[in-house]
């Protein structure tokens, strides 16, 4: 029998390069660009938008099943753009971040909510205790090691109320694992490797979507990275040149967005080389 391919391997990552990553010592990252990841493109306030439009659009379904009066955890939740969201959807909804930059910009963001509210603590060992309806996860699982993975989705398993759900949303790879070292550490999984070790926390019932808005701007990024190597005449940052491309390509989004990665894949070229999938977790009882 061959062995599987894809069978996780014990992956790890620095912690600490995670941390300094996203712990601007300067102050001047804009927090809701790099909760995003767009401050590395020069991409437009819009392009966010977009994203976080469709991705909404993507898992709605899902969100009508969890019902207005629901509690929501978001684990990791950034510069608060999902906290907001649930805060105008559900009854009350509670984000950890244990980034003291995006912290302010989370709390800044939902003040006017009285739903919401945000407090700094790293969701493996500051979790509230629950229960909750539904835990989100928006780009965590990605900079955790395997043994962390499995850790932290048994501790959010036992914080669900009977019948709650966990939603993930993570960038993923095709086949297998990407790990990247250096300065900004990352690991990529392909969606069958989160399903190994969601059975490994225990947790069999795995629905995962597709995540197009994350496409459209992974696309938008593919083509700044062109630009810059095959431009580079031009300036390597630019807000203007940025808005450009998303411009351009919002302009042609049936070609841009959906034509070309239908074509390219056909012809066994990946693009946009990175996926995103949402996860949705139902633990058994």
């Known amino acids: 029998m061959a062995p599987d391919l894809e069978q996780p391997a014990g992956t790890q990552i620095d912690d600490e390069a995670v ?99 945000v407090y700094q603590g790293d969701g493996r060992q500051d979790l509230l205790e629950g229960p909750f309806d539904f835990i989100f996860l928006g780009g965590l699982m990605m900079y955790l090691g ?18 709650g759900v966990i939603i993930l949303r993570e960038s993923t790879v095709r086949k297998g694992v990407l790990a990247l070292k250096g300065e900004y550490q990352v690991i990529y999984r392909s969606v069958n490797v989160y399903r190994q070790l969601c059975e490994q926390a225990g947790i069999t019932e795995v629905e995962p979507r597709g995540n197009s808005g994350y496409a459209s701007m992974a696309i938008a990024e593919e083509f700044v990275r062109i630009r810059r ?13 940025g808005s450009l491309t998303w411009a351009v390509l919002r302009a042609a989004a049936p070609v841009s967005f959906w034509a070309l990665p239908q074509i390219l894949n056909r012809l066994h070229i990946p693009w946009p080389k990175l996926q995103n999938h949402f996860f949705r977790l139902r633990p058994s009882s």
């Open 19 to 117: 941390r300094r990553y996203f712990e601007d010592p300067s102050g001047t990252a804009d927090p809701a660009a790099m909760s995003m990841m767009t401050h590395e493109f020069d991409l437009p306030s819009k392009a966010v938008e977009y994203r976080l439009a469709r991705e909404v659009d993507t898992i709605s379904s899902w969100l009508d099943d969890i019902g207005e009066s629901g509690s929501v955890l978001d684990v990791g939740c950034g510069a608060g753009a999902w906290v907001e969201i649930f805060a105008n959807r559900f009854q009350s909804v509670v984000g950890v971040e244990r980034s003291p930059q995006m912290v302010a910009a989370a709390q800044e963001r939902v003040a006017h909510l009285p739903n919401a509210r």
């Open 146 to 163: 395997d043994a962390d993975v499995v850790e932290l989705l048994q501790a959010l398993k036992s914080r669900l109320s009977e019948g």
């Open 229 to 241: 190597k095959w431009l580079s005449f031009l300036p390597k940052e630019s807000l203007l040149l």
